[in-house]
């Protein structure tokens, strides 16, 4: 059933881990990554790779040619389920200790002697779980403005008691002593394929006197639900619950009863509530104080209840509208008579605007060891929702986190949990309820980004009381032309440009149009996570033709009534055309033409695994700034027809990868989307380029290149 990829490992090590995978390589890789980088006592990984795909069973032997002294690769040819797969891995270590983790968890930094020191005084502790994110009888909430790192720190200091009998715990992440499997015996495989397994091997363990607690000093992240399979997973859940209460339900639910008296997460969630309501309301008391004579210097601290350190962000508006408040200040500055030389005029007004500039955007001092590793970076994000702007945002913070850097997002605007909850996100936001708590509770930090113009001027208002602090501009688009030319929303956003020179832009497209501000740019391509986004070779895709398009009729850039348009005469023209919709506000039976719709896709692994499924996808926005879609089809195997205007261009190329169109010509966009439909020649050629393309944007070298930005600028005199 299973070929072992490589030789037995050297017995001296004392944590045998185990964690099983099925697919879902976007999370087996960074929790396999992370288990390499963060173990500090020695251990050896045992990965099962039940039945994967061949594109994450390949992945899987690279990790491990590259890691082969640590990790154990099993391969399953044919899937056999989760327990199985668990069992499996224990039976092949010798160690110990035994860890099981879902291939979901991403671990931080001593995360193994945080986890198992009840072991060593204790002997009669026999299984350990830690508190997390997502857990069953363990779940806390991820303290906020935590990453990976401070959120497990958070928990060690925290932790009162240390460990506590809590009767269950969940497999998330499950340390186990060898010897209770060798007084016990595996996990029963009666519950296979999964799910009430460890619940019965935790009764089991009671009954023959061992305890079952959670670590109160121990934090892992668990995304949940991301290593099993959604498929069959109710009618699993509801059998297996049965089963279980046959054998222990009276027992079982004593002692859930006895969980919920006790009440052991009580004090952990008191501690992180008060963190919780000091974003909400500020700080105050003591730790107040302190806050304020580190940012604000004493004098300003020490005025009735921060009185002083208020009028010093509210003075000219600045907490209330920092744009307005810069834009008067810079119309005051450069005006000046003009001579009647026009030439001159716009020299004197250049030299004028380079000093003002500098001003703005220079550091009135640069404090020691502001460099120290790892590096604190904030996004200031105007609202976190489903855009792909911000996307790239939380992509990039994923990235910098999963390389030991301490990076975050900030916002005082709407949050949608729904798109958080979308996709791993390895830290908890600031979210802040207005501007003026934020800038009183700012968090400390080495670089503040700004991610879009309004940004700018909250980060310039920051960076007044935090002269320390380096700010950097991640421009996303050419937001001038957002406005009416010579408005003042856009005169405001062209400004920005002038006020913090350290900018970031994705596209060549972008930097032209940048250039004649005379930043320091730097060009740091897109990143496309390509254990989400790749080619699965499905079947059905090749059985039929099915059309996709993003619909977001609350965009006028997305070209809504254009995509209905096509799709009406596609329909008449070539009826055996499957037509598919994706986005949000969509009302399908209404239209006069079949079609199906499948509504806003948080997930990316949603969007990809559509993808999967269609032979074309149409993006004919009126513009893009770089253009998300486009590249995703390319990554997944899909032809694409896209539009010729903006930035995404950078990657799309006519007839090399794709086709492009004028996305306000009704007819051409038909034409293009007809002649892949009959030419299955030209759509493989393009689809086999577009796959090559993809490939030169991989997350990992964005967060890699991002990374290096970041030093570089702290570095700097």
Request: include cysteine.
């Amino acid at each position: 059933m299973s070929d072992q990829a490589s030789d037995n490992h050297n017995n001296s090590s004392g944590v045998d881990v185990v964690v099983p995978v099925h697919n879902s390589l976007h999370h087996a890789r960074r929790c396999l990554e992370s288990v390499v980088r963060a173990s500090d006592v020695p251990y050896h990984l045992y990965v099962v790779d039940d039945g994967s795909d061949s594109h994450t069973a390949e992945q899987l032997r690279e990790m491990q040619r590259r890691h082969g002294e640590h990790l154990t690769l099993l391969r399953n040819r044919e899937p056999i389920g989760y327990l199985k797969s668990i069992n499996q891995g224990i039976a092949e270590g010798h160690q110990p200790q035994v860890v099981l983790l879902n291939s979901d968890v991403v671990v931080a930094p001593k995360w193994l002697s945080r986890l198992l020191y009840p072991f060593e005084g204790d002997p009669s502790v026999g299984v350990i779980n830690p508190v997390s994110n997502w857990a069953n009888w363990t779940r806390i909430p991820f303290p906020p403005g935590a990453t990976l790192r401070s959120g497990a720190d958070f928990v060690w200091e925290a932790g009162v008691g240390h460990y506590a009998d809590i009767y269950n715990a969940s497999a998330f992440c499950f340390a186990v002593r060898r010897s209770l499997f060798d007084e016990i015996g595996l996990f029963d495989e009666a519950y296979s394929p999964g799910y009430w397994e460890e619940t019965d091997f935790c009764m089991k363990a009671l009954a023959r006197g061992y305890r079952v607690v959670v670590n109160l000093r121990s934090f892992v992240y668990h995304f949940g639900w991301g290593s099993f399979q959604s498929e069959g997973r109710n009618e699993w859940l509801e059998r297996n619950r049965q089963l279980f209460l046959e054998r222990w339900g009276e027992s079982f639910l004593e002692l859930d009863q006895r969980w919920r008296v006790e009440k052991v997460l009580a004090p952990l969630e008191r501690c992180i509530g008060a963190r919780t309501r000091q974003m909400e309301h500020g700080r105050g008391g003591f730790s107040g104080l302190a806050h304020r004579v580190r940012t604000f210097g004493l004098g300003c601290a020490l005025g009735a209840s921060g009185k002083r350190m208020k009028e010093l962000l509210t003075q000219s508006g600045i907490a209330t509208d920092p744009g307005a408040c810069f834009t008067r200040a810079w119309d005051r500055a450069i005006t000046y008579p003009e001579t009647g030389n026009p030439v001159k005029d716009e020299r004197r007004w250049q030299d004028k605007s380079k000093r003002l500039i500098e001003l703005a955007s220079k550091p009135r001092c640069h404090r020691p060891g502001a460099s120290r590793r790892p590096l604190r970076v904030m996004y200031l994000l105007p609202a976190v929702k489903l855009y792909g702007g911000i996307i790239s945002v939380l992509q990039v913070v994923n990235s910098l986190t999963l390389r030991g850097e301490e990076a975050n997002i900030v916002t005082y605007g709407e949050m949608d949990a729904d798109m958080l909850r979308g996709f791993p996100l390895y830290v908890s936001p600031y979210r802040f309820p207005s501007r003026a708590v934020m800038f009183e509770n700012f968090p400390e930090c080495d670089i503040l980004v700004a991610t879009r113009w309004d940004t700018v001027y909250d980060a310039l208002a920051l960076q007044r009381t935090r002269p320390h602090m380096r700010l950097a501009y991640f421009v996303q688009d050419f937001e001038p032309d957002f406005y009416p030319p010579g408005s003042s929303l856009s005169r405001r956003a062209e400004l920005t440009y002038h006020l913090i020179p350290n900018q970031i832009v994705k596209t060549e497209w972008l930097m032209r149009k940048l250039a004649r501000f005379d930043a320091a740019i730097t060009k740091i391509p897109i990143g496309l996570d390509l254990d989400v986004f790749y080619d699965r070779e499905e079947e059905a895709r090749s059985e039929r033709i099915r059309l996709l398009a993003m619909a977001r009729p609350t965009s006028k850039y997305r070209n809504y009534q254009g995509v209905l348009k096509i799709f009406a005469a596609l329909h008449r023209r070539r009826p055996d055309l499957e037509l598919c919709l994706y986005g949000a506000n969509l009302n399908v039976a209404s239209l006069p033409f079949p079609c199906q719709s499948h509504g806003p896709l948080y997930r990316m692994v949603d969007v990809a695994g559509l993808l999967n499924t269609c032979t074309i996808l149409l993006d004919c926005s009126t513009f893009q700034g770089f253009g998300r879609p486009g590249l995703e089809a390319m990554a997944t195997g899909t032809a694409a027809v896209l539009t010729r205007n903006g930035g995404i261009t950078e990657y799309a190329k006519h007839r090399l990868n794709c086709l492009l169109a004028d996305p306000l010509d009704i007819e051409e966009n038909i034409e293009r989307i007809v002649e892949l439909v009959e030419d299955e020649g030209l759509r493989n050629s393009l689809v086999a380029r577009g796959r090559e393309t993809a490939r030169r944007y991989d997350l990992r070298l964005e967060g890699e290149r991002t990374q290096q930005f970041m030093q570089a600028l702290v570095e700097s005199s």
